[in-house]
């Protein structure tokens, strides 16, 4: 488990300086932890011997080795596909890259569905139809394509749904138009886009509601964000699987559907009759 995420989500007992330790870890993290055990005590306002028990509750023989998960923690976020190649290399028979990497995703999958509880995706319905102005979507180059395929299922629940593909220097003109009746949908993996981080970071200072599809290891925007959603991306191939996120995504659709039933029907009736008009699928005569 990503140091962050045990932070986070642990349930051990901790005395009040011990939380100020993971107040200041997850407010800057991972900086905070990557200097001395005293220089984190100092700036902790706690003692050394504090630090050393706090490690030791988290199951670190010390504080080198606390430091020595973190470390890895850190390279395991800006790994590239490109250093990732030397370690992922397919071992055995060429004809058995395929099964190999349709069974890591497979797994992915199931740990996706063994993690999911409803909060978060009642959290996002509630932000999604809540929204009085608009729902924006982005995402990295990549993840982008997920969040055009929510935008596609969005118009059908609600209007005023923008995708933002690819963000480029005159998207962020469109943060003049987002504010406090406003939420935006992020989806962003590891190796964070600068571009997306900054977007969300301007967005919700500016009042918006944000909601953030990420990794294990987490990308900054979850700093601002409302709604964490958790997908581990990592398979058997020199690049992380979209395929979880993808899942998720069409699970918080399934989820908003069954929550918004009438407004759905109603919705996707008015579009039906303009499809019809437009002859927009083959099975429509032409006007």
């Not at 986070?8 to 407010?27: D, K, M, N, P």
């Not at 220097?169 to 981080?197: H, N």
């Not at 990420?214 to 992380?240: K, L, Q």
């Amino acid at each position: 488990m990503p140091i962050r995420d045990m932070l986070g989500r642990s349930t051990v007992s901790l005395t009040r300086s011990e939380s100020r330790i993971v107040q200041l870890l997850l407010a800057d993290y991972p900086v905070a932890g990557l200097g001395s055990a005293s220089s984190l005590a100092k700036r902790a306002g706690v003692s050394d011997p504090t630090v050393a028990r706090f490690v030791t509750k988290f199951g670190f023989e010390n504080f080198a080795a606390f430091q020595a998960a973190l470390l890895e923690d850190v390279e395991a976020r800006l790994r590239s596909p490109l250093m990732m190649l030397e370690t992922k290399q397919a071992e055995g028979e060429h004809d058995a890259t395929v099964n190999r990497y349709m069974a890591s995703v497979t797994q992915k999958l199931r740990d996706a569905t063994e993690a999911a509880v409803s909060e978060p995706y009642d959290r996002a319905v509630d932000l999604i139809m809540g929204a009085k102005g608009s729902v924006t979507l982005v995402g990295g180059r990549f993840s982008r394509h997920v969040a055009g395929m929510l935008a596609g299922y969005l118009l059908q629940l609600r209007s005023d749904v923008h995708s933002i593909s690819p963000l480029t220097l005159e998207s962020f003109d469109r943060l003049v138009d987002i504010g406090r009746r406003d939420t935006l949908i992020v989806f962003d993996y590891r190796r964070y886009q600068t571009d997306v981080v900054e977007f969300a970071r301007q967005a919700e200072a500016r009042g918006a509601h944000v909601i953030l599809f990420t990794d294990p290891w987490m990308s900054p925007v979850a700093e601002v964000a409302d709604v964490v959603i958790i997908a581990s991306v990592e398979v058997d191939s020199p690049y992380d699987s979209l395929a979880p996120a993808v899942a998720q995504m069409e699970a918080l659709v399934a989820h908003a559907v069954v929550r918004e039933k009438r407004v759905m029907e109603r919705r996707v009736a008015d579009l039906e009759k303009l499809r019809s008009a437009n002859a927009v699928t083959v099975d429509e005569p032409a006007p």
